[in-house]
Nanobody, 122 residues
Framework: QVQLVESGGGLVQPGGSLRLSCAAS????????MGWYRQASGKQRELVAI???????DYADSVKGRFTITRDNAKNTVYLQMNSLKPEDTAVYFC????????????????WGRGTQVTVSS
């Protein structure tokens, strides 16, 4: 079974920074893409940033220039460096592993972490 565990959330003042980490564990052969999503209270979950095995990235317009996603393929870990945080960045941040293969004969599956709270407030 594949598990994703996020860490690094917390309370930060506007303009501050946080770094989120997400480690995937279990029997994993490969993960095509790893991404960060967020869900604010009363809103739908939205994509924040995503990175493929080759390093291609994509960001939500609202975070471009402020957030940076990186990945350590050997550790099946993805990071999200969040700078210049704004109150509107407050949400639960979820990690997702897309296109996960657990062995040579398995299909591709997607997995979610349980989330970590990020609160931006003075």
């Amino acid at each position: 079974q594949v598990q994703l565990v996020e860490s690094g959330g917390g309370l930060v003042q506007p303009g501050g920074s946080l770094r989120l980490s997400c480690a995937a564990s279990g029997s994993i052969l490969s993960i095509y893409a790893m991404g960060w999503y967020r869900q604010a209270s009363g809103k739908q979950r939205e994509l924040v940033a995503i990175i493929t095995t080759s390093g291609s990235t994509d960001y939500a317009d609202s975070v471009k220039g402020r957030f940076t996603i990186t990945r350590d393929n050997a550790k099946n870990t993805v990071y999200l460096q969040m700078n210049s945080l704004k109150p509107e960045d407050t949400a639960v941040y979820f990690c997702k592993a897309d296109g996960t293969r657990v062995n040579l004969f398995s299909g591709l599956s997607d997995y979610w972490g349980r989330g970590t709270q990020v609160t931006v407030s003075s």
